[in-house]
């Protein structure tokens, strides 16, 4: 997700913690969207699983800081999270009329940008 911090990367952070521990549930994504300022629109980056792990691993100083001491497991699992918490979120934007779109993100950066920047120029 491209965002402004304060919104959606806090609650990847909250409802994703390192250490999987509990379900993921629409109502708490409701109450925690309702008591952040509302962004003009936002843009979700459709990746797969598999293609983030890819792209974690390869990073210069490898996985971030908050999966290397993940197993196999848990990290799979706190990316199954990410995936849920953005599918919950994704209904809560729908019923708050809150506009975004999803980016197909499984090829080039470049590729990948210049899909975000076509879909900001349509949804705005």
């Not at 997700?1 to 952070?13: K, P, S, T, V, Y």
């Not at 509990?22 to 409701?30: A, L, M, T």
């Not at 996985?63 to 990290?75: D, G, L, R, V, W």
């Given at each position: 997700?491209?965002?402004?911090?304060?919104?959606?990367?806090?609650?990847?952070?909250i409802?994703?913690?390192?250490?999987?521990?509990?379900?993921?549930?629409?109502?708490?994504?409701?109450?925690?969207?309702?008591?952040?300022?509302?962004?003009?629109?936002?843009?979700?980056?459709?990746?797969?699983?598999?293609?983030?792990?890819?792209?974690m691993?390869?990073?210069?100083?490898?996985?971030?800081?908050?999966?290397?001491?993940?197993?196999?497991?848990?990290?799979?699992?706190?990316?199954?999270?990410?995936?849920?918490?953005?599918?919950?979120?994704?209904?809560?934007?729908?019923?708050?009329?809150?506009?975004?779109?999803?980016?197909?993100?499984?090829?080039?950066?470049?590729?990948?940008?210049?899909?975000?920047?076509?879909?900001?120029?349509?949804?705005?």
């Open positions: 997700i491209i965002c402004d911090e304060g919104f959606l990367q806090r609650g990847n952070a409802f994703c913690p390192p250490v999987p521990s509990s379900q993921i549930y629409y109502d708490d994504i409701q109450k925690y969207i309702s008591t952040m300022p509302t962004p003009d629109c936002v843009v979700i980056l459709d990746v797969p699983i598999d293609v983030a792990k890819k792209r691993t390869r990073r210069t100083d490898g996985k971030p800081t908050s999966f290397k001491k993940s197993s196999a497991q848990e990290y799979r699992q706190r990316l199954e999270n990410m995936i849920t918490f953005i599918e919950l979120t994704s209904t809560v934007l729908d019923e708050c009329d809150i506009p975004y779109t999803t980016v197909q993100n499984d090829s080039s950066l470049e590729q990948s940008s210049k899909r975000a920047a076509c879909e900001l120029k349509r949804i705005l």
